[in-house]
């Protein structure tokens, strides 16, 4: 049997415009941005970046599609810069790469808008399964790309576990009943990562804490074959055949937080290493709210990873919240 090793990320490559102003209008007016910022984004970009910042040595390879534009080379070098393996990133002749317009005030609330670009045209003809040795692939987000909506996401899944790879996925947040597309592929993922809003939505269960435990277990019940794991500002949780587990965010200082973008894609990089890497619930859990942590600290998305011993070193500076589980 073959040996397994490293973690795919799949879906979503797209920049990040960040255009930081002092406060949002109302409608007709008009605000100066400040200053503007270029990066990379998306769960592809983000996931695979902290991943190999937080774990060098690791294997961490992009799937994905850019646009025959300045964009999609700026997304490919900036990755490929950082030791993420590109080789499966496809250009999509004729398309622009995807991007976003971030609006941010800063140590605030953020505000996207977002061109779907050559992400839209990804889909199961773009993920050869049966080439891949990863351990895991990671695919996200769902409800952003549109094949991989319209079935394809639940192919690719299919398929991957019929080769042998553990599977995750994780969504964008939007107000729609989009989300009972998602609920026919549960079946065919092994590990669900994603925030309290997109819980609710997946469940129709009002995410207060008091009920985390039970989306978490409905979501398991709906198919979800090894974790899911929920994260919100101010715990996460764990569901798996050992239980439940919940761990309190950090408490931060004033002036820490510098944005927020990112922050759950280093979420999403704290999770999948610790389950690459054999820890508990309690472990990942811990983890990923530091990993969550260092993104904070930066007003980009990847900028403030760094390796695991040092996200540790850093989060030995702040104090948990408290949790009755």
């Avoid at 925030?195 to 019940?221: C, F, G, V, W, Y």
């Avoid at 074959?225 to 101010?234: C, L, M, Q, S, Y």
């Avoid at 990873?305 to 919240?321: A, H």
């Amino acid at each position: 049997m073959m040996e397994r090793t490293g973690i795919i990320i799949a879906g979503t490559i797209l920049v990040d415009e960040l255009n930081h102003i002092d406060a949002y209008p109302e409608c007709g007016e008009l605000v100066q941005i400040r200053k503007t910022e270029k990066s990379i984004g998306g769960c592809v970009p983000n996931v695979a970046v902290d991943l190999k910042k937080l774990c060098p040595s690791l294997e961490v390879s992009a799937i994905g599609k850019v646009g025959d534009d300045e964009n999609g080379v700026y997304a490919k070098e900036a990755m490929e810069s950082q030791g993420v393996d590109v080789s499966r990133v496809l250009c999509q002749g004729g398309e622009k790469t995807s991007f976003t317009q971030v609006m941010s005030i800063v140590g605030g609330q953020r505000t996207f808008f977002t061109y779907a670009g050559a992400s839209a045209q990804f889909g199961a003809q773009d993920v050869p399964t049966q080439e891949l040795s990863a351990r895991i692939l990671h695919l996200g987000y769902f409800l952003l790309l549109d094949k991989i909506d319209q079935g394809d996401g639940l192919t690719v899944l299919q398929k991957a576990q019929q080769a042998g790879i553990k599977t995750s996925i994780d969504l964008v947040s939007e107000n729609t009943d989009r989300y009972q597309l998602v609920l026919p592929c549960l079946p065919y993922v092994d590990y669900l990562i994603i925030n309290e809003q997109e819980a609710e939505k997946l469940t129709n269960i009002p995410a207060t804490n008091e009920n985390l435990p039970r989306i978490a277990k409905a979501l398991m019940d709906a198919g979800v074959r090894e974790k899911v794991i929920i994260h919100k500002p101010d715990r996460a949780i764990c569901c798996s055949e050992l239980g439940t587990t919940v761990v309190g965010s950090y408490n931060l200082p004033d002036g820490f937080i510098q944005g927020t973008t990112g922050a759950g894609d280093a979420f999403c990089a704290g999770a999948l290493l610790g389950i690459y890497n054999g820890w508990n619930d309690r472990e990942i859990l811990e983890f990923s709210s530091a990993a969550a942590v260092a993104a904070l600290g930066s007003a980009d998305a990847t900028s403030g990873l760094k390796t695991v011993e040092q996200v540790r070193e850093m989060c030995k500076n702040f104090t948990r919240k408290e949790i009755a589980e």
